[in-house]
């Protein structure tokens, strides 16, 4: 299987646990990059126990492709746990800072869809603003889509960070 | 007490049971090798710390315990790569320690730096970088479990010069801080899935067992045979599998796939339910995947999950230790008769044996019948990564776990003369002979002079084609015969060069002469080197073509002259 078929199919948004030190970032990108597999996005950061950090990461691939992925990633060392974010039983959220094009001619416009997106700005100079705005997938692509007429002149992404629905946790069981 | 880092790190290591290391000492390796002598810790110096590696693999594989590697930072670690690999993905314990540049250099292109940390992540099961000296203890404590427990694997420790010679407090008997998430104790083997399979088994008529190396790393042969025999099942056995079910059985297939027995893969093609027992279908095995065992329910059983549906779609997965399984599916499997099946698989075996021809040259297989015959399959085989390996696989018959040590997964040309080294340290207590190819043990041979320096008396034959055989044959078959660099029409004489290195050599053209120098070999009190001239043109066969299914296998050459 082609690396490119090995990572059609829809994208995914996993959640691992792993143990929170030297190295372990390293070893997440190296199994991705030595199984052909891609990562779309990822975000890291400590969790309420600090010797344990949540990595988010969001992949492609079919149920086969990701079972490997799953387990691939179980198998790490340090890997404490890891569970699937099914978008319908899970809050899923990126924060995204965009600089676009503003003159003042158009400026009122870009509010406008700051406004309706409860976006905010939060810096601006003569001629450009940049935005701050937080959502799902579906939520920063239309607002990116808004606002490319305008000229989009440069971006920052955070990543996903997704947690369950309701009352269910990802636990960290640590030996 | 205080100690140096170093002497902690071989403190624990000797209170985890390691009692030997091979390696070759080095600058930012020196605080380390003072404190080995110190210690009075069983070293072989080596010539290549490849050559290291690959004795600790050899050692482990044949005995089940775990060796150290120790090398000097830089290129000495660099060296060790495609040992670790070879390791890896044999799923070998082995633990490696390399020196460092100190910690205030690291990161500055010191003299010998290299990340041997980022480079051995995808090489290794696991490995560290120590940053202080008061962690050496748990981590070479870690290191020996992660290496040992579950799917066995080679690890590295990473010790930065000044770490090694940092004092700090020692206290032997302080308790393990908390283990790494992932050498949790396995679950015990799903009793769901134990009864599925039970049941798949009950309602099979034509049922075949494929053993891999789990069967040898579990310490499960026994269970196996008992199994087997039990229920009447023949088995294949998987090249790194061999020896996990004795090779005498009349219920022994041999191995499968691309140069696999063809009864082997005809049981295969034929099966309704196939029994796989740590072996985790290597491409070499399944030939194309969607022509494998098309008629079979397929289990599996496996330590690691990450085998289980990874190349071929499993119906019966279960996870556990596979001695564990077998030794609960003896408890409650009934003995079976399965007379039409076994006829059959007798049929084939009969009708499709492993031949060769005879035309007077010196036939590799021969050489390896003949070490068959005189060791009467006694003693431990390791071999080099070419046609010489499957030919090995082939024709002889191993009757116990650990007798049979090859590179399997990386196919490391080079693993045989220091797999066979580092074998005879494990188990002086047997015959070691290696049966290698010329082009691969041109690759390590520098190894002779450890052979001699401790006077290792492995028995080392070389089936000497003066080609990359494997290529060749390929390039006969699949290239319009056009041998682009496969050959060498110039090789050393390899007696001579075993002379020069203080080992005993033997040049052997004559047929004739193959019995009584092995003969001669097997007397010997040291290494001996015997450079057998084969015929250049023998191809192994049968052979499933890369790519194909195993129905399409070829059992002989295309046109018969040419046989």
Redesign the interface.
């Known amino acids: 299987m082609s690396p490119e078929e090995k990572n059609g199919g829809p994208s995914h948004t996993i959640a691992v646990l792993v143990e929170n030190k030297f190295g372990v970032l390293a070893k997440v990108a190296s199994l991705f990059s030595a199984r052909g597999y891609n990562i779309d996005s990822l975000s890291v950061g400590v969790t309420q126990d600090p010797t344990v950090s949540r990595i988010t990461l969001v992949t492609r691939g079919d149920e086969r492709v990701l079972e490997q992925i799953r387990k691939q990633l179980s198998k790490l060392i340090d890997t404490i746990k890891v569970m699937d974010m099914v978008k319908e039983e899970t809050v899923q959220r990126e924060m995204m800072l965009v600089k676009v094009s503003a003159p003042r001619r158009e400026r009122a416009e870009i509010l406008q869809i700051v406004e309706v997106f409860r976006a905010r700005i939060v810096d601006l100079s003569a001629e450009t603003l940049t935005i701050e705005i937080t959502g799902d997938d579906g939520k920063i692509a239309a607002f990116l889509e808004l606002l490319a007429p305008f000229g989009v002149k440069e971006i920052a992404r955070t990543g996903k960070a997704a947690l369950s629905r309701g009352p269910r946790t990802l636990k960290s069981v640590k030996s | 007490m205080e100690m140096t880092g170093a002497q902690i790190a071989i403190e624990e290591l000797k209170a985890g049971g390691v009692e030997i290391a091979f390696g070759i000492p080095g600058g930012a390796i020196m605080p380390f090798y003072d404190d080995l002598l110190k210690a009075n810790f069983k070293h072989i110096l080596t010539r290549h710390e490849q050559g290291a590696a690959h004795m600790a693999d050899g050692y482990a594989r044949v005995s089940g315990k775990v060796a150290v590697v120790v090398a000097t930072s830089g290129p000495g670690a660099t060296n060790l790569i495609t040992g670790l690999l070879t390791a890896q993905m044999d799923s070998v314990p082995l633990i490696a320690v390399t020196g460092q540049v100190a910690t205030p250099m690291i990161g500055t292109d010191a003299f010998q730096e290299a990340d041997i ?2 480079c051995s ?2 090489v290794t ?3 560290w ?1 120590v ?1 202080d000296a008061r962690q050496i203890q748990g981590v070479i404590r870690e290191a020996i479990r ?1 290496a040992t427990t579950g799917r066995p694997g080679p690890v590295l420790v990473d010790i930065p010069k000044d770490i090694q010679t940092a004092r700090t407090d020692y206290n032997p008997q302080a308790p393990a801080k ?7 104790q396995m679950p015990e083997a799903d009793a769901k899935a134990i009864e599925k399979l039970m049941e798949a088994l009950e309602q099979a008529e034509r049922p075949v067992i494929l053993a891999g190396a789990g069967i040898i790393k579990a310490g499960a042969a026994a269970e196996l045979a008992r199994f087997a025999r039990h229920a009447k099942i023949p088995v294949i056995n998987t090249l790194l599998g061999m020896g996990g079910f004795p090779g005498t059985d009349p219920l022994f297939l041999g191995m499968p796939g691309m140069h696999g027995t063809a009864y082997a893969n005809f049981a295969l093609c034929e099966c309704d339910l196939l029994i796989s027992l740590g072996a985790r279908f290597d491409d070499r095995v399944t030939g194309k995947v969607s022509s494998f065992c098309p008629k079979a329910v397929i289990a599996h059983v496996d330590i ?3 085998e ?3 190349r071929v779609k499993t119906h019966i997965p279960v996870l556990g230790n596979v001695r564990e399984v077998l030794h609960t599916l003896n408890r409650q499997v009934k003995p079976t008769e399965r007379r039409a099946w076994l006829d059959q698989v007798e049929a084939w075996k009969r009708d499709y044996p492993l031949q060769y021809g005879w035309d007077g040259s010196i036939k590799p297989q021969y050489v390896i019948e003949q070490i068959q015959e005189i060791t009467g399959g006694e003693g431990i085989y390791a071999t080099g990564v070419g046609q010489h390996q499957m030919w090995a696989a082939q024709f002889l018959r191993f009757n116990e776990p650990r007798a049979f040590i090859s590179s399997g997964g990386l196919g490391t040309m080079g693993y045989g003369l220091p797999a066979s080294i580092g074998a005879k340290f494990g188990r002086p207590d047997k015959e070691v002979w290696l049966i290698d190819g010329d082009g691969s043990f041109a690759m390590t041979l520098v190894e002779l002079a450890t052979a001699s320096m401790y006077n290792v008396p492995i028995r080392v034959a070389i089936l000497n084609n003066a080609f990359l055989g494997m290529v060749r044959q390929w390039q006969e078959l699949f290239f319009g015969k056009r041998y682009s660099h496969s050959h060498y029409p110039t090789n050393p004489d390899f007696a001579k060069i075993a002379e020069g290195y203080g080992v005993k050599g033997f040049s052997v053209r004559d047929v004739d002469q193959v019995r009584s120098v092995l003969e001669q070999a097997a007397e010997h009190d040291g290494p001996v080197v015997m450079d057998f001239h084969v015929n250049p043109e023998e191809n192994v066969w049968p052979m499933v073509p890369a790519g194909a299914g195993n129905d399409e296998m070829q059992l002989a050459p295309p046109s018969p002259e040419d046989a």
Do not use: C, T
């Not at chain 2, 908390?178 to 949790?184: E, H, N, Q």
């Open positions: 940390y980022g992540i995808p099961k696991y490995n970088l940053k992660v908390g283990a790494l998430p992932a050498v949790r690691d999950d990450a289980i549906g990874k």
